[in-house]
């Protein structure tokens, strides 16, 4: 008889996720956003594999130190994805493409560590640049590429 291995899919986990899930409750809009991310983690941690990068970890460590440290203590076991020339490349050709602006840099990397690690899924709060009902077009080929996706 053959047995497979189930393969677990993964999960980029952008910062605005960390931070909802380490908040402070709250009694205004975000109460419903913290309600969703804890009900991720607690939920699907056993069914997916949940990974960060290292620019993940510069983001969560900034600011108020205890913060920073219930935040860091979130990720401290999960698998952390190092900068790499390809995420490097995919990140400049994503602003360069007007994907997203060059002032949001880190929000590109989220994105490109995403697509170059082959990970099945980003999870993020960030509506501006990274969650978009309508990603710009031209960002899709981009992608594609860096998935290694067959194109045309």
């Known amino acids: 008889m053959i047995q497979y291995s189930a393969i677990i899919p993964k999960v980029y986990v952008e910062t605005t996720v960390i931070s909802y899930l380490v908040a402070r409750p ?6 419903i956003r913290q309600k ?3 009900q991720l983690w607690e939920e699907c941690a056993d069914d997916y594999e949940f990974v960060v990068s290292d620019i ?21 076991n999960l698998t952390i994805l190092d900068l790499s020339p390809d995420v490097d490349k995919l990140t400049q050709d994503l602003i360069d493409a007007g994907a997203v602006p060059h002032q949001a840099r880190s929000d590109a990397q989220h994105i490109a560590f995403a697509a170059v690690n082959n990970i099945d899924y980003l999870v993020s709060w960030n509506y501006k640049h990274i ?3 309508y990603p710009p077009a031209k960002a899709w080929g981009l992608f594609n590429t860096a998935a290694r996706f067959p194109t045309g």
């Open 26 to 31: 709250s009694n205004d809009a975000s109460l």
């Open 36 to 38: 969703i991310t804890r």
């Open 56 to 76: 993940v970890i510069s983001e969560i460590l900034r600011g108020d130190a205890a913060a920073a440290q219930r935040r860091f203590n979130v990720v401290a």
């Open 131 to 133: 969650v978009s009902q």
